[in-house]
């Protein structure tokens, strides 16, 4: 005795509708580059948390790009063009005995150690972002097999 099976490629069908219309409107890449958008306003906001404030222009010269797509990434970025950002992130020498009028002293050390505010930011917001665009990738196959 025998038996034939019936096979119903209906779902497979609708897949891949899904998948070729998701692809062409570009659906799974525009919902990734609004998460990175939303990881990235959270990396701005912890790395400003963590700048030093003496007059507050460090602070506030902090800017996040808009997301992209370059290559197989998306990429954010978090920029700050003041001219001594490099220098209170990584640290900086300076000549002892020098005279500053600013702070109105003499120098008595001969290195300032970095405050690591962008790479201590970038450490907390990275856990946190694969996190969210895995949960978001997700959801954006499963409404490509309709669930």
């Known amino acids: 005795m025998s038996r034939m099976g019936k096979f119903d490629d209906g779902e497979i069908k609708s897949f891949l509708s899904n998948l070729q219309n998701s692809l062409h409107n570009q659906d799974i890449l525009q919902a990734m580059i609004s998460e990175m958008n939303d990881v990235g306003n959270l990396g701005l906001i912890a790395v400003k948390e963590r700048t030093p404030t003496d ?3 460090l602070k506030s010269a902090w800017q996040k790009t808009s997301a ?3 290559g ?7 920029v700050n063009n003041t001219e001594y950002a490099a220098s209170v992130e990584f640290g900086h020498r ?3 005995g020098r005279y500053v009028p600013a ?3 003499r120098l008595v050390t001969p290195f ?4 690591f505010m962008l ?3 970038m450490t907390e917001i990275e856990a946190l972002m694969t996190q969210r665009v895995d949960k978001r990738f997700t959801a954006e196959i499963n409404k490509l097999f309709g669930k």
């Open 119 to 121: 790479k201590n930011s």
């Open 55 to 57: 007059k507050g222009r």
């Open 103 to 105: 702070i109105n002293a």
């Open 72 to 78: 197989n990434a998306v990429v954010v970025e978090l």
């Open 94 to 96: 300076q000549k002892v």
């Open 112 to 115: 300032v150690p970095g405050k």
């Open 68 to 70: 992209t797509k370059r």
